[in-house]
């Protein structure tokens, strides 16, 4: 059984934002009981067809303690029709006598929001949403919910997020793509995990936030978008954070609009203390390398590209890219 989202307000509040009307529902774990360590769980929540809204704030309900991140899922069809389900990749050799196990989408993959350590909420841009529902691929939203650490039997849990939506038309669709890569941390080493892709689509976006996200070995994650033209390419920084602190969606440092042809690059520097070999990836590693880039269009669809991910290191070499792009250990140590 789904939740049917938007059609009952029971859990609404009403709010009058930029005027119109914003109402609030809430999304949360219906008190599942994570039975083991390193568990993934995932539970949906079926949009009106018959209607369109748009998603405009984001309000967490969850503590560091509790969930190591969260993941919000837009999908044309969820990974299960159970209420709630395994959604990791770690556990799919593992037969789970809870839960069925299944990915998070069956079809329609994309990232709508993601949460980790005690994060704040998140208000998109005036005149911005995402759109769900009629008119837009994302016909399911699936909340993942990463538990670091088994709960002892008996206890539950209700993590989740706020979702602060309107029926009011938004001139300019929200998008998140999501960019990663994998490879291996050979042990005591500093490695830089790297990666990038050209927009293929003939659309503009106009990005105002970026993400990181790591596990424990991560010291800093940074974006660029990099310019090609007849005089040599041009990096610009869209942001840059140690993901140690909290991973909220923070302002990019530039809000220039990328366009067609241009590149989008992330690193990771990551530092292995261990004495043993590391495997980045999706949720079947140890570690992740992850920057997020939201953004926005005018009067027009988001990226048909969702993700961009590569194999590495190195993927992308940086100082063969630009002469005078140079990555300084000290410089980015010191970087917040």
Same mark, same amino acid.
């Given at each position: 059984?789904?939740?049917? !989202?938007?059609?009952?307000?029971?859990?609404?509040?009403?709010?009058? =934002? +930029?005027?119109?009307?914003?109402?609030?529902?809430?999304? *949360?774990?219906?008190?599942?009981?994570?039975?083991?360590?390193?568990?993934? *769980?995932?539970?949906?929540?079926?949009?009106?067809?018959? +209607?369109?809204?748009?998603?405009?704030?984001?309000?967490?309900?969850?503590?560091?303690?509790?969930?190591?991140?969260?993941?919000?899922?837009?999908?044309?069809?969820?990974?299960?029709?159970?209420?709630?389900?395994?959604?990791?990749?770690?556990?799919?050799? =593992?037969?789970?006598?809870?839960?069925?196990?299944?990915?998070?989408?069956?079809?329609?993959?994309?990232?709508?929001?993601?949460?980790?350590?005690?994060?704040?909420? !998140?208000?998109?841009?005036?005149?911005?949403?995402?759109?769900?529902?009629?008119?837009?691929?994302? /016909?399911?939203?699936?909340?993942?919910?990463?538990?670091?650490?088994?709960?002892? /039997?008996?206890?539950?849990?209700? &993590?989740?997020?706020?979702?602060?939506?309107?029926?009011?038309?938004?001139?300019?669709?929200?998008?998140?793509?999501?960019?990663? @890569?994998?490879?291996?941390?050979?042990?005591?080493?500093?490695?830089?995990?790297?990666?990038?892709?050209?927009?293929?689509?003939?659309?503009?976006?106009?990005?105002?936030?970026?993400?990181?996200?790591?596990?424990?070995?991560?010291?800093?994650? &940074?974006?660029? =978008?990099?310019?090609?033209?007849?005089?040599?390419?041009?990096?610009?920084?869209?942001? /840059?954070?140690?993901?140690?602190?909290?991973?909220?969606?923070?302002?990019?440092? +530039?809000?220039?609009?990328?366009?067609?042809?241009?590149?989008?690059?992330?690193?990771?520097?990551?530092?292995?203390?261990?004495?043993?070999?590391?495997?980045?990836?999706?949720?079947?590693?140890?570690?992740?390398?992850?920057?997020?880039?939201?953004?926005?269009?005018?009067?027009?669809?988001?990226?048909?590209?969702?993700?961009?991910? @590569?194999?590495?290191?190195? +993927?992308?070499?940086?100082?063969?890219?630009? %002469?005078?792009?140079?990555?300084?250990?000290?410089? %980015?140590?010191?970087?917040?």
């Amino acid at each position: 059984m789904f939740q049917l !989202l938007f059609c009952v307000f029971a859990t609404a509040a009403v709010y009058n =934002v +930029n005027a119109y009307e914003v109402d609030m529902y809430e999304f *949360l774990m219906p008190n599942v009981w994570p039975h083991s360590d390193e568990l993934y *769980l995932c539970t949906p929540i079926r949009i009106s067809p018959r +209607n369109r809204f748009n998603i405009v704030g984001f309000q967490p309900n969850a503590s560091m303690h509790t969930a190591h991140h969260m993941l919000l899922y837009g999908c044309s069809e969820p990974g299960s029709n159970d209420s709630v389900w395994n959604c990791g990749e770690m556990q799919r050799n =593992v037969i789970d006598e809870i839960y069925s196990t299944a990915s998070p989408c069956r079809s329609g993959s994309q990232i709508v929001y993601a949460w980790a350590r005690d994060a704040p909420s !998140l208000h998109l841009p005036k005149d911005v949403g995402f759109l769900v529902g009629q008119g837009s691929p994302i /016909k399911y939203l699936v909340l993942q919910v990463h538990y670091m650490h088994r709960f002892p /039997k008996g206890h539950t849990d209700n &993590s989740g997020v706020f979702l602060k939506y309107t029926k009011a038309h938004m001139p300019r669709q929200a998008g998140v793509i999501l960019l990663g @890569t994998s490879g291996i941390i050979m042990p005591n080493m500093v490695e830089h995990m790297e990666t990038a892709c050209t927009m293929t689509e003939d659309k503009t976006i106009h990005p105002f936030a970026f993400r990181t996200h790591t596990h424990s070995l991560g010291t800093l994650v &940074s974006g660029y =978008v990099v310019h090609r033209n007849k005089d040599g390419d041009e990096w610009t920084l869209l942001g /840059k954070k140690n993901p140690q602190l909290p991973q909220m969606f923070y302002p990019t440092e +530039n809000r220039d609009p990328i366009k067609k042809n241009d590149v989008l690059a992330a690193r990771c520097t990551m530092n292995n203390s261990h004495e043993y070999v590391v495997k980045i990836g999706a949720t079947n590693q140890d570690e992740m390398c992850n920057f997020y880039l939201m953004y926005w269009v005018e009067n027009d669809t988001p990226l048909k590209q969702k993700y961009c991910f @590569t194999a590495g290191p190195p +993927n992308y070499y940086w100082s063969e890219a630009h %002469e005078n792009f140079n990555w300084i250990p000290d410089l %980015e140590a010191s970087t917040p």
